[in-house]
């Protein structure tokens, strides 16, 4: 069954470092998403990406992050300049076009920030 | 905004036991619905959705839910626990049309005892 995988695994770095957090979504899938869940809090949302563009994203998705989708088949989160505070797990999700839908999650990558 | 509610943080139940977990939802209009699993350094499994029809809808795992308008719920059942259910449990809402940014609950962590 096809899945969504997540690189690496777990990413430790120290504050003021650039990460680039990388996923494989499901090939014939066109939605691909970045969520964040600190530990012991909610699944939050961060954007939603759709035609090699931003379609929606959230208060915390501020000018420090970005995504791309460098080469058809990887989709990257980047974090320019972490801070403590960004450290969670990411999880990438994707989703087949159409309305009847149902987003697929990653195993998700945890960014540990010093 | 659109918010989801988990009241029951921790749940324990005996194995063979019959589970319901709750969740209430927030919204202006009938979103569409999701309950995913998140076992321990695993991503999310979707375990059941609903769009519409049939407010009774049937997920994998032998869990099911029932879609209460009049209550704004989504609540899981399932008939009887296995001791490999044990995991945390986060029902979902996404505005219908389109399952897109997902908004979480907080998540209910159920533990199964042998």
């Known amino acids: 069954e096809p899945e969504v995988t997540q690189t690496p695994s777990h990413q430790v770095t120290q504050m003021g470092q650039e990460v680039i957090l990388r996923c494989v979504p499901i090939?014939?899938?066109?939605?691909f998403y970045w969520y964040r869940q600190i530990l012991g809090q909610k699944v939050e949302f961060l954007v939603s990406?759709?035609?090699?563009?931003?379609?929606?994203k959230s208060e915390i998705f501020d000018d420090q992050f970005s995504v791309e989708r460098p080469d058809g088949s990887n989709f990257t989160l980047k974090i320019r300049s972490t801070k403590l505070e960004d450290s969670a797990m990411y999880f990438c999700?994707?989703?087949?076009?159409?309305?009847?839908?149902?987003?697929?999650f990653g195993p998700g990558t945890r960014l540990t920030v010093l | 905004a659109q918010s989801v509610t988990q009241p029951d943080i921790h749940i324990t139940v005996s194995e063979g036991a019959s589970l319901e977990l709750r969740c209430n939802y927030s919204?202006?209009?009938?979103?569409?619905l999701f309950w995913y699993v998140q076992s321990p350094g695993q991503g999310l499994q979707l375990l059941l959705k609903?769009?519409?029809?049939?407010?009774l809808v049937q997920g994998i795992k032998g869990f099911e839910a029932e879609f209460k308008r009049s209550q704004s719920s989504f609540n899981l059942r399932k008939p009887s626990v296995h001791w490999s259910d044990a995991a945390e449990y986060f029902c979902?809402?996404?505005?219908?049309?389109?399952?897109?940014?997902?908004?979480f609950g907080s998540g209910t962590q159920l533990t199964v005892l042998p």
């Open positions: 609903y769009f519409s029809g049939d407010t």
């Open positions: 090939s014939n899938h066109l939605y």
């Open positions: 990406f759709y035609n090699n563009e931003i379609s929606e």
């Open positions: 979902a809402v996404a505005p219908s049309g389109s399952a897109r940014q997902l908004t």
């Open positions: 999700a994707s989703m087949v076009a159409g309305a009847y839908n149902e987003q697929f």
């Open positions: 919204y202006g209009a009938t979103p569409y």
